[in-house]
């Protein structure tokens, strides 16, 4: 996939993410905002020249954060408030999709936040490098 599908693939995430969070479906929110972060994450590990990684690396969710955060933001490429904001936000969606813990509008309407920034941050950063 090219860097504008993934980012094509986030913003139709994260648009699912504010509708479900104003219907009420804090579960469902947070999960496509962290989708949302996991597709910008994977548009600008293309971008920097990283997208044709090991296929075991970038595979699983653990391998892709791991080299956003690797590739991108220990080399400050990109702010270490998004490496944050990612590994957050996936914590959220593991709790909200397997434990089955009561989650909070406050705490989803945070994940949608988080993944608003992170997505219109790394649109500026890959438009910054065109």
């Not at 804090?26 to 597709?39: F, H």
């Not at 971008?47 to 075991?56: A, T, W």
């Not at 220990?74 to 904001?85: D, F, I, Q, T």
């Not at 969606?93 to 909070?104: V, W």
Request: net charge neutral; charged share 25%.
């Amino acid at each position: 996939m090219t860097p504008e599908a993934y980012l094509m693939k986030a913003r139709r995430a994260l648009a699912s993410a504010k509708v479900l969070v104003a219907d009420g479906d804090e579960e469902g929110a947070i999960n496509r905002a962290y989708y949302a972060m996991y597709d910008a994450a994977h548009a600008a590990l293309c971008v920097s020249g990283h997208g044709k990684l090991e296929p075991y690396v970038i595979r699983t969710h653990a391998g892709l954060i791991a080299a956003f955060g690797r590739d991108l933001v220990k080399p400050g490429l990109v702010a270490a408030e998004l490496g944050k904001a990612f590994n957050q936000v996936e914590r959220m969606r593991l709790l909200a999709d397997y434990t089955g813990e009561a989650i909070s509008l406050r705490f989803a309407e945070s994940a949608v936040q988080q993944a608003e920034v992170f997505l219109r941050s790394i649109e500026a950063w890959i438009g910054g490098r065109e």
